[in-house]
């Protein structure tokens, strides 16, 4: 039995079995998710039984979230489940056969949405939507599509759209961009400077329509030039519910990573009151996150109304899909590696996606279609 409504937050646990403090934890403020990393994850029977005894002590509609992206990100690995490769491959795919990156790319979230799906999770921490941009810390890295929005728009979309074809929400990140930051968010806290962002931010306003955004652990002079995005109203509300347009369940980057100072717990406060829906804390330390718990108010209505509609959006766009012939034909368009994207021109893509306005999630176009 839980104890009251579902609080605004999403926990990591310690290791590969729940203990049973965290149960009791869950039980007596129950989180509205929890999320795992490779600490928690050995084999499909280790993780099968943890996600089980999850279920048991967690309320039906709390999420379980994996971060799981592909290439160096990726918590779900061989030999037990399939191997992805990083989003840098199919922007670079996309330079000479733009079709065939593009279904690569559905393909390869609809993949990690089987694998995802299985094991019982039902939110994955992708696709990642920042810039590839020269000089830029290589914590994005071979982690972006490319270097161009809309390149990055389009790509980002068929991966999403191939999760949800699994039935996992998409979780696009790491709005309002963080490919320009010269800093790994994890160790220190980034600072971008200049009033130029409109390409940062575009990648996103074109997916505003998908389910799930993640805040940037970022200080944007241009936006804020005292608090970074996760801990800015004026982010939030004017640039990512704003200009962006995003109307979804927006979710903090990890509080534990080392951009943000504070305890946890007063940082998931000020991300909530700054327009954050749901608080994210990674770490599995059992004090401060009994701290955040129980210092977090429950979820706000619309919150609560914004993962519903995410969870009806996966539900629609579930598609009955076999693994063994989507990795097939992902092999088969993954065969070369073509040219750097910096010989593609972006004006062309870019005069497309402005036509296109904003790439609706909810119906995958042909080049999308299920298949086998």
Not at 180 to 202: F, K, M
Not at 205 to 229: E, K
Request: charge should be positive.
């Amino acid at each position: 039995m839980t104890a009251g409504p579902l609080r605004a937050a999403i926990a990591g646990i310690a290791g590969p079995a729940l203990l049973a403090e965290e149960a009791a934890l869950f039980r007596a403020f129950p989180p509205a998710g929890v999320i795992l990393f490779a600490r928690n994850i050995q084999d499909p029977a280790q993780l099968t039984g943890l996600i089980a005894a999850l279920r048991t002590v967690l309320p039906a509609t709390a999420d379980l979230m994996i971060d799981q992206e592909g290439g160096r990100v990726a918590r779900l690995k061989p030999p037990h489940w399939h191997a992805h490769p990083p989003a840098a491959t199919f922007g670079r795919l996309f330079a000479t056969n733009p079709a065939a990156a593009l279904r690569a790319a559905w393909l390869t979230g609809a993949l990690i949405g089987e694998d995802c799906r299985t094991a019982g999770f039902t939110v994955a921490a992708a696709p990642v939507l920042d810039l590839a941009v020269p000089g830029a810390h290589d914590v994005v890295g071979d982690r972006a599509f490319a270097r161009h929005p809309a390149i990055v728009a389009r790509l980002g979309q068929s991966l999403a759209n191939g999760l949800l074809a699994a039935g996992i929400l998409p979780v696009c990140k790491h709005a309002p961009g963080h490919g320009r930051a010269r800093a790994d968010s994890h160790l220190a806290l980034p600072r971008v400077t200049g009033s130029g962002l409109s390409a940062d931010i575009r990648p996103f306003a074109l997916n505003a329509l998908l389910p799930w955004m993640m805040t940037a652990h970022i200080v944007y002079d241009a936006i804020d030039p005292y608090r970074p995005a996760t801990l800015s109203p004026t982010a939030i509300e004017t640039v990512i519910r704003g200009r962006i347009g995003f109307q979804g369940v927006l979710v903090t980057d990890d509080l534990a990573m080392k951009a943000l100072s504070g305890p946890p717990a007063g940082l998931a406060i000020q991300a909530l009151n700054a327009g954050c829906d749901v608080a994210l804390y990674c770490s599995g330390e059992f004090a401060p996150t009994q701290d955040l718990l129980r210092t977090c108010p429950a979820l706000t209505p619309a919150a609560l109304q914004r993962l519903e509609n995410g969870r009806h959006a996966a539900a629609n766009q579930r598609l009955t899909l076999n693994p063994a012939l989507l990795n097939a034909e992902r092999e088969r368009l993954l065969v070369s590696c073509p040219v750097d994207l910096a010989q593609l021109a972006p004006r062309q893509w870019d005069r497309q996606a402005t036509e296109n306005k904003k790439l609706v999630p909810c119906f995958p176009d042909t080049a999308n279609s299920q298949s086998g």
